[in-house]
């Protein structure tokens, strides 16, 4: 059972910037398809930036040209970097892993790290 666990989350004001990190028990689980997801209160959770085993990015809409998904093999570690951050983009981010090359499904979920920005 993979294990992931994010932090970096905080209260930053709009335009700030922030990066998220998301450390992996084991790095097979990194270098599985793995994917950024947040909820804000009201809202459904949505895929907001996703890398997959060949190292393609994706991002929702919203996010293009501001945020940047990553990973370091070495370390374990996915993360998200995020500037021009606007009061929108505020929720619980959660980093998630498949188990494997298949995108369209996640098993494996951290506790979340909690974004604010306020304008």
């Known amino acids: 059972q993979a294990e992931l666990m994010e932090s970096g989350g905080d209260a930053v004001q709009a335009g700030g910037s922030l990066r998220l990190s998301c450390a992996a028990s084991?790095?097979?689980?990194?270098?599985?398809?793995m994917a950024w997801f947040r909820q804000s209160p009201g809202k459904e959770r949505e895929r907001v930036a996703l890398?997959?085993?060949?190292?393609?990015?994706n991002y929702t809409d919203s996010v293009k040209d501001r945020f940047t998904i990553s990973r370091d093999l070495a370390k374990e570690t996915l993360y998200l970097q995020m500037n021009r951050l606007k009061p929108e983009d505020s929720g619980m981010y959660y980093c998630a892993a498949s188990s494997g090359s298949n995108c369209a499904h996640f098993p494996y979920w951290g506790q979340g790290t909690q974004v604010t920005v306020s304008s």
């Open positions: 890398v997959d085993v060949w190292d393609k990015t």
């Open positions: 084991e790095y097979r689980y990194v270098r599985y398809c």
